[in-house]
């Protein structure tokens, strides 16, 4: 598996960690021949690319685009997004940030959050997830 990380702010982001995040999903999902890439940006980025492939002109924390092949897609996450959110959420920017990371990643597999139904779901995956793999406390 090959997992490319590239942090386009000034924000410290736990790069090694990161990956080995992504690593365990992958091997949960039987996905250890999948590549993924994922990259960190700011508001600016984040806004201008939801503008031209969702057609909405306003900033999201995160952005999910699936791939062909080995490469199983990209995960675009942007941090100051996941600060304020973080704070709103009362939880740690890496609590936060491994939240949505997975919640991309889920994306990537075929989840997806368009009702709240699937919405629920997908949180409830994710908190799973993190509970019982990477044995994160809240």
Do not use: P
Not at 94 to 103: D, G, M, N, Y
Not at 129 to 135: E, P, Q, Y
């Amino acid at each position: 598996m090959i997992v490319e990380i590239n942090n386009k702010t000034k924000l410290k982001v736990n790069l090694k960690s990161i990956k080995q995040i992504v690593e365990v999903f992958l091997l949960k999902y039987n996905l250890k021949d999948k590549e993924v890439s994922i990259a960190f940006v700011g508001d600016k980025t984040i806004q201008n690319l939801n503008n031209k492939y969702r057609r909405i002109n306003k900033i999201t924390d995160v952005l999910s685009f699936s791939g062909n092949d080995n490469f199983l897609g990209e995960i675009i996450i942007d941090c100051n997004q996941i600060k304020r959110q973080a704070k709103k959420n009362e939880k740690t920017f890496e609590q936060e940030l491994i939240f949505i990371l997975i919640h991309g990643l889920l994306h990537l597999v075929g989840y997806n959050d368009q009702t709240d139904k699937d919405r629920n779901h997908m949180i409830n995956l994710g908190e799973q997830f993190i509970k019982n793999k990477l044995k994160i406390n809240d």
